[in-house]
T-cell receptor
């Protein structure tokens, strides 16, 4: 079956612009995670959704970052007033959301964001 | 909060040799430890995971060991092949919140030379 998909695969923008990054999780997965991966580093947690609600947004760097998942499936990560330091690969992962939480996360290919 | 350290940062082996990557974690509440393989331009792919109720798990050429007392876990790859070349990440998480917030190590770049 289809895995996690992310669009666009690459996004180049100018400092100060607004961007949206989209994630399509595996069908039926209730849990959705966003991570950010800087060059040469491991992914860093940004936000977790269970269904439509953001259950943990403690990893969002500041209030320029926001994410939604209005129908409990597709999620959009929104970044306002982009800065050069926002340049990274943004990864989305989904899981079945089993009770207890220790189920496998499946990652998408990521969106590489470059802020000029 | 949780902190995961991973060593070495780079590892070069000859085809057929074994490779070992080690990670330590700080949060004693962590109970889930996955390993991911990431190839260039792709997202991380789970290769094996272990939960805190077992000390070792094996899947063909790959094995993971966990020492909860010392708070460290290791990935062992035997009979390495060139296609094993990639960046490997360990991670740790606690299910205390009912979900799986993964904390990753910085990664190990493995090169397998024919």
């Amino acid at each position: 079956g289809a895995g996690v998909s992310q669009t666009p695969s690459n996004k180049v923008t100018e400092k100060g612009k607004y961007v949206e990054l989209r994630c399509d999780p595996i069908s039926g997965h209730t849990a959705l995670y966003w991570y950010r991966q800087s060059l040469g580093q491991g992914p860093e947690f940004l936000i977790y959704f269970q269904g439509t609600g953001a259950a943990d947004d403690s990893g969002l760097p500041n209030d320029r970052f926001f994410a939604v998942r209005p129908e409990g499936s597709v999620s959009t990560l929104k970044i306002q007033r982009t800065e050069r330091g926002d340049s990274a690969v943004y990864l989305c992962a989904s899981s079945g959301g089993l009770a207890g939480g220790l189920d496998t996360q499946y990652f998408g290919p990521g969106t590489r964001l470059t802020v000029l | 909060g949780e902190n995961v350290e991973q060593h070495p940062s780079t590892l070069s082996v000859q085809e057929g040799d074994s490779a070992v990557i080690k990670c330590t974690y700080s949060d004693s509440a962590s109970n889930y430890f996955p390993w991911y393989k990431q190839e260039l331009g792709k997202g991380p792919q789970l290769i094996i995971d272990i939960r805190s109720n077992v000390g070792e798990k094996k899947d063909q050429r790959i094995a993971v060991t966990l020492n909860k007392t010392a708070k460290h876990f290791s990935l062992h790859i035997t009979e390495t092949q060139p296609e094993d070349s990639a960046v490997y990440f360990c991670a740790a998480s606690s299910s205390s919140g009912g979900y799986n917030k993964l904390i990753f190590g910085a990664g190990t770049r493995l090169a397998v030379h024919p």
